[in-house]
């Protein structure tokens, strides 16, 4: 079903964490070997500059630029989703992130990185309450006599 005025409106604040996450990766297209030596080093999992030389940065930066790409292409088909099928969409929102984290996030640990690890669980719990508020208020929604919906 095609989503309606309302329930796009339930979908702003799971939208905006989209939005956020698809301008990170936009940063990571720019800029990700700075954001890799100033922010991943505080949170723990940034650049060992003893080990990166002059020769690798080029190959770095395409590698976070192929991340940062590949972060707005998902985040783009996920708006997608959202606008199109409203809280219909949520479970293939779910269902890529729930993906994502097991794979990255188990990778992240068997690699050793376990700060890599907790920023994911902090991306999490970021969008979390936006997808949850999503999923609320379609039960709200439903329950009441004012939150049907036509099939268009």
Do not use: C
């Amino acid at each position: 079903m095609i989503a309606t005025v309302a329930d796009m409106s339930r979908q702003t604040p799971l939208l905006a964490v989209i939005a956020a996450v698809a301008a990170y990766g936009l940063v990571l297209v720019v800029a990700g070997l700075t954001l890799a030596r100033t922010v991943f080093e505080i949170l723990g999992f940034g650049l060992d500059d003893g080990r990166i030389t002059a020769d690798q940065e080029p190959y770095l930066r395409l590698v976070f630029a192929v991340l940062g790409a590949v972060i707005v292409g998902w985040m783009t088909a996920l708006a997608a989703v959202v606008r199109r099928f409203g809280s219909e969409g949520l479970p293939v929102v779910i269902a890529s992130i729930a993906v994502w984290f097991v794979v990255d996030t188990g990778i992240s640990l068997v690699l050793g990185f376990l700060g890599h690890a907790a920023f994911n669980v902090g991306f999490v719990l970021v969008i979390a309450p936006a997808v949850a508020l999503a999923q609320a208020a379609e039960e709200i929604s439903i329950s009441t006599p004012l939150g049907s919906r036509k099939n268009t």
